[in-house]
């Protein structure tokens, strides 16, 4: 088990580096978001050198396991296990080294967990702003705004609901909802209840938070806010442009106006993400899946979440798909951590005769 922790933890920094590090100078796919002169996601480069920016990354990185490693021994957790559970929360891995996983543990360290999943879903450059005292690049940047929007307002509206419907307290709604939210959206896959034992509106609206996923430069997975938050920009912009067919509009991340070609891209890999999802979902119902395992199984490969809805849901596993169905579910996860085209172009013909 502490194997099993330490390697997600490892692959959770691996994913930053990536990101952050070596992906924009290969101007591989959404990665682009991170080229200074497009969109000035980062308003400037970390470091001058690829060694120091990884060195500043794993500092803020260790830097973080550290201070919750502390706090969940604090919560009366023992250091192994307050080790493995900081190594699935910062790493956005999820596995836990009990049976009932974060709900086994009190309230301080589901609050705890809560939080520092949180922190994990945010784009890392910003924890180094943030270190930097370059406060208004936090305080203006779109994805991040957006991204704590959506978990506000769904884990309040969760909240509420559960408040009502269930025999709880307050605080139990509120902690209920926003571990789960956020456990999802980030793509932790930590859990504290059976969300499927809710009204059903609700875990539908999980299951769409499945599509969000966290922040760009995360250790998080999914689809990522910042591409949602252009896609709707967009949208907007076409009908602005039907109604002033003259305008000159730009659709403009953190006040930067973004290059319509990497719009394209953008819209392109939802479009391809959406896709993939369908066609998987019909694969998984020909395997003899019901319609909700067979939804929810691929789309929380795809996202590296972990639980889905129907029998892979929290209180499930995937031990009842066909063996070619963990196959492909398998590759869906490959496919969806590593961002669909580094993996799809590997099938294109002129690739390899490049």
Request: charged content about 15%; glycine content about 10%; aromatic content about 16%.
């Amino acid at each position: 088990m502490f194997w099993r922790s330490l390697t997600h933890w490892l692959g959770g920094m691996g994913i930053i580096l990536l990101v952050v590090s070596i992906f924009p100078i290969l101007k591989i796919g959404g990665y682009r978001l991170f080229k200074t002169e497009e969109t000035g996601f980062i308003h400037d480069k970390l470091t001058p050198k690829i060694a120091d920016t990884a060195r500043n990354l794993w500092g803020i990185y260790i830097a973080l396991t550290f201070m919750e490693v502390i706090l969940l021994q604090l919560g009366g957790v023992n250091f192994y296990e307050s080790l493995c559970h900081t190594f699935g929360t910062v790493a956005t891995g999820g596995f836990s080294t009990k049976n009932g996983s974060i709900g086994y543990y009190s309230s301080y360290v589901q609050y705890i967990v809560l939080i520092f999943m949180l922190l994990s879903g945010i784009n890392f450059s910003l924890h180094y702003f943030l270190l930097r005292g370059k406060f208004k690049r936090i305080f203006s940047d779109d994805e991040l705004k957006t991204y704590l929007f959506i978990i506000v307002f769904t884990g309040l509206f969760i909240s509420i609901i559960l408040f009502f419907k269930q025999d709880i307290s307050f605080e139990e709604a509120f902690r209920k909802s926003f571990f789960q939210v956020i456990s999802i959206i980030t793509a932790t896959g930590y859990t504290t209840s059976d969300y499927l034992k809710w009204p059903e509106y609700i875990w539908i609206i999980i299951f769409m938070l499945m599509f969000v996923g966290a922040c760009i430069g995360s250790t998080g997975g999914g689809i990522k806010v910042v591409r949602h938050v252009v896609a709707f920009k967009s949208i907007l912009r076409l009908f602005k442009k039907l109604i002033h067919p003259n305008s000159i509009i730009h659709v403009r991340i953190n006040n930067k106006p973004m290059d319509n070609d990497l719009i394209n891209s953008i819209v392109s890999f939802i479009t391809l993400y959406l896709l993939i999802f369908v066609v998987g979902s019909v694969f998984m119902t020909f395997l003899g899946l019901d319609p909700k395992t067979a939804v929810g199984s691929v789309i929380t490969t795809m996202g590296g979440i972990g639980p889905g809805i129907g029998a892979v849901g929290p209180a499930g596993n995937f031990a009842g798909i066909p063996q070619i169905g963990k196959l492909f579910l398998s590759f869906l996860m490959i496919l969806g951590r590593l961002e669909l085209m580094t993996v799809l172009v590997l099938f294109t013909p002129s690739f390899w005769r490049k």
